[in-house]
């Protein structure tokens, strides 16, 4: 069992790795991503309603991009606050580890 989590968790690390290798690449795939999904994905799901008015179709599309981008939006500005809060937290450690660093100093001399 133990083996099976130690393969496991080098599996899991070896994917997590990559995207610290070439974050550009995979910025530009989810930007892709989610630009396609606001393209196609309106249109997609409109259509299976079978609505023949044009003007009642595209007020529905633009009303499930909006919605869309909004969640998009959302989860963007969800990831940057837990980036933001993980720089916070590295910063307060390296004040602590340099105060720290000063008084040991201070004692020596």
Known sequence: MVQVLVKV?????????K???YPHIWIGLIILLAAISLIWLPYWRVSQFGINNATENATLENQYRTT????LGGVAI???????????????????????TRAIDQLGN
């Not at 968790?9 to 790795?17: D, G, I, P, S």
Request: proline letters at 3%; charged letters at 20%; zero cysteines.
């Open 9 to 17: 968790q080098t599996f899991l690390n070896q994917y997590y790795e």
């Open 19 to 21: 995207p610290k290798k």
């Open 68 to 71: 869309l981008a909004q969640m």
């Open 78 to 100: 969800g990831i940057s606050l837990y980036y933001t809060w993980q720089r916070n937290n590295i910063a307060q450690e390296g004040q602590i580890t340099e105060r720290f």
